[in-house]
């Protein structure tokens, strides 16, 4: 027997592969089917089974591609109804994989179909469950993703209740939990770091495990719930109707645009994404461009900020054009019509207007506030962030919701612009330079610096 995770930071998922005896199955990958292809024929092995534990919406998987490739069956668990052809297993229906079994489990709560797999070992005992997003380390899936007019996020939730302690809890202590998703990823409240657990450390540990009653559960799983990025809804659907092949995709996205075709796709409207570092991007970009980093999580918040069918148009660091269009891709943005050859060297090169972003570090901030040009702060993380301390005076703004705040912002003051540690900060202050905002200064190491030089946090009365 073989488990091995495949963890993507990026979108904080953790994909499965499980073999025994020459025989694999997959559970939730990633829109592209190298990794997995290419793992199995290392391995000698041949891809059975293709699970998927629900309809995702935080990303667009690759089992359907997946299946083309390899003729593996796609498994769902009862209630699921998609596009394309699948096999809906029933709840506790046993899958022979070489030596081993998989026995999908129904645990419908965070959707209606969502499902965990147990694998049993060559001796029939319990020794793992892939519990895609029903139990996370730490936490539960959230119940309000799969909303209907007849469904209620208080109704998922008193179904995820019974999910975990029928089917869940009665496992042993000692049953491995490889989850769905890590730290990070907005399919839960607060995933911890760690990404996988036990049985026994999730009934010590997880909060929602603690509850006593099921009320108390439903509470407790339905409040503090951040806003759902914008994207989720639409890779839902994606997931559940089917999509192009993703080797198409990139053949039609990943295209080299001179300076003047570049030029000229902007004078359309097509959105300028920059996806390098934001101490390179700071120094020098496109006019309107939107920074978003490869070196954060690029996708979630191209899904958060940026609506579904926009068309993009990429730069990137060289060598780096393929990685932001294939992620893009992973989410469902497929509305690429290339990248600048070059990247912004070229641009600045044929003497194109730069347009660049004033940075400080927060030893500085006491300095920018003390002159006589009127200021505001603006503090862009989340809400769960500034229960823990902001500073006085602070607009609290959440990035996601930044842009449909504009509006209410005086473009004559000076705004300092932070989050937690500077990622988030560059995106807003894009963001911001791309709606005629001119003065703008981001603060270097975020809230973390900031704490560090001395200066006073408040408790929010409300947020």
């Not at 293709?50 to 998987?61: N, P, Q």
């Not at 890590?182 to 036990?198: L, Q």
């Not at 989410?331 to 990248?339: C, L």
């Amino acid at each position: 027997m073989y488990i091995q995770q495949l963890y993507t930071n990026c979108l904080a998922e953790a994909a499965y592969y499980i073999e025994s005896n020459g025989e694999a199955a997959i559970i939730d990958p990633l829109r592209e089917t190298a990794p997995y292809v290419e793992l199995a024929k290392q391995r000698g092995a041949r891809i059975k089974y293709i699970f998927e534990t629900h309809f995702h919406a935080d990303f667009v998987s690759g089992h359907i591609d997946l299946a083309k490739k390899t003729g593996a069956k796609i498994i769902y668990g009862p209630t699921a109804n998609a596009g394309y052809e699948i096999y809906v297993a029933n709840d506790e229906e046993h899958f022979p994989l070489g030596n081993i079994s998989l026995k999908l489990l129904h645990t419908p709560g965070h959707t209606p179909e969502s499902s965990c797999i147990l694998l049993k070992d060559e001796h029939d005992k319990a020794h793992a469950v892939f519990t895609g997003d029903t139990l996370f380390v730490g936490d539960v899936g959230r119940p309000d993703l799969a909303v209907k007019s007849d469904l209620t996020k208080e109704d998922l939730a008193a179904m995820l209740y019974d999910s975990l302690h029928k089917k869940l809890m009665p496992l042993k202590d000692e049953v491995i939990i490889y989850p769905g998703h890590g730290a990070g990823s907005a399919c839960g409240k607060n995933i911890g770091k760690e990404t996988t657990s036990t049985i026994g450390e999730q009934r010590k540990q997880n909060y929602a495990l603690c509850c006593q009653t099921k009320d108390e559960f439903i509470a407790a799983v339905t409040s503090g719930l951040e806003e759902p990025p914008k994207y989720f809804f639409i890779d839902a659907a994606i997931n559940k109707k089917g999509y192009d092949n993703i080797d198409e995709v990139m053949s039609r996205n990943a295209v080299a645009l001179s300076v003047t075709q570049f030029e000229a796709e902007m004078q359309k409207g097509t959105v300028v994404l920059d996806t390098r570092n934001v101490n390179t991007f700071e120094k020098g970009f496109v006019p309107g461009s939107i920074n978003i980093g490869l070196d954060g999580q690029y996708a979630v918040w191209v899904g958060s900020l940026l609506n579904h069918g926009v068309p993009i148009i990429i730069v990137s660091d060289n060598g780096k054009e393929k990685e932001a269009i294939l992620r893009l891709a992973r989410v469902g943005y497929e509305h690429v019509y290339g990248y600048l050859e070059g990247g912004f060297e070229s641009w600045a090169k044929a003497g194109k207007t730069v347009d660049s972003v004033t940075s400080i570090e927060a030893s500085m901030m006491q300095h920018s506030m003390s002159t006589t040009t009127p200021h505001k702060i603006i503090d862009v993380r989340n809400k769960t962030e500034w229960a823990g301390g902001v500073l006085e005076g602070a607009e609290l703004i959440s990035l996601a919701k930044l842009e449909r705040h504009l509006a209410q912002l005086d473009k004559n003051i000076t705004y300092l612009v932070h989050c937690a540690g500077g990622y988030r900060s560059m995106m807003a202050a894009s963001i911001m330079k791309k709606h005629g905002f001119k003065h703008i200064i981001n603060v270097h190491g975020g809230i973390n610096k900031i704490k560090e030089h001395g200066f006073m946090l408040v408790i929010p009365e409300e947020v």
